[in-house]
């Protein structure tokens, strides 16, 4: 592949930025194995073999990964779009480098926080979001009023939220009151309506104060991950997270 193709990959800005960096003398290439960090080179159509080359930017060895996955904590306040006339986003988080790659993986309300996925995989989102796929969500939500235990089976087993379709069989538990006192349900949902969780507690008499995911698939929100802050995944949360979406090799 092109050398400029695999600095792109790999998260180093658009094919114009990566041009740039390599006539700044910034990217260096040498055969795997070889001593580092290798000669620096200045044609950014190089072809090059990942497997057999080791490039290295500034003198750092490059891994190379065809795909970026970020992970950010979203906070409350900001909006789930790549760009808004009127709101702050959620790209205002994402390293500049990122942003013109990357697309949020559904929605998080304006003042729900939590477990936001933004990859560059337009496959992967359109499979994660997909009803057949079912993949779970974990929402951690701070209500007006305590739920009775009919409510809470009727959350598990489908609650009319006004659009034609009961909602799908779910699991609803509630945990400790909140530092206030306020009663906090945790609710595992295989799909994503709009304002969903909203609804879900409207419709057993409750009203969500506050709301954060918790979960998507088999990504968990980092506790160590503050609001507002955003890191790639591990190769071991991509493995699961590819798995979870069918999409590991030979899939
Ligand atoms: N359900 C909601 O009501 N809001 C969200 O942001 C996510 C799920």
Do not use: W
């Not at 990122?98 to 477990?115: C, F, I, N, Y």
Request: glycine share 10%.
């Amino acid at each position: 592949m092109r050398l400029d193709k695999f600095l792109c990959d790999c998260g180093f800005g658009t094919r114009k930025e990566v041009r740039e960096l390599i006539k700044k003398g910034g990217v260096q290439v040498c055969g795997a194995g070889e001593g580092q960090p290798g000669k620096a080179v200045s044609d950014p159509g190089m072809q090059i073999d990942p497997e057999k080359v080791q490039v290295s930017v500034n003198g750092e060895r490059i891994r190379y990964r065809e795909h970026l996955y970020l992970l950010l904590h979203k906070p409350a306040g900001v909006v789930t779009a790549s760009s808004d006339k009127r709101e702050r986003t959620v790209m205002e988080f994402v390293p500049p480098e990122a942003a013109h790659r990357v697309q949020p993986v559904g929605r998080l309300d304006k003042d729900t926080e939590g477990l936001l996925l933004l990859p560059d995989d337009g496959e992967l989102s359109h499979r994660l979001l997909s009803p057949k796929r079912h993949v779970e969500k974990l929402y951690e939500a701070h209500l007006s009023k305590d739920l009775t235990r009919e409510a809470l089976e009727r959350l598990e087993n489908g609650v009319d939220i006004g659009d034609g379709e009961p909602t799908l069989p779910a699991k609803a538990e509630m945990g400790p009151a909140d530092a206030q006192g306020r009663p906090v349900l945790y609710l595992t949902l295989h799909e994503g309506r709009f304002h969903q969780v909203k609804r879900m507690a409207e419709a057993v008499g409750s009203e969500v104060l506050y709301l954060k995911r918790l979960r998507m698939g088999p990504l968990s929100l980092p506790e160590d991950l503050a609001p507002g802050a955003c890191r790639e995944l591990t190769p071991e949360e991509e493995d699961a997270l590819r798995s979870a979406a069918g999409l590991r090799e030979g899939e």
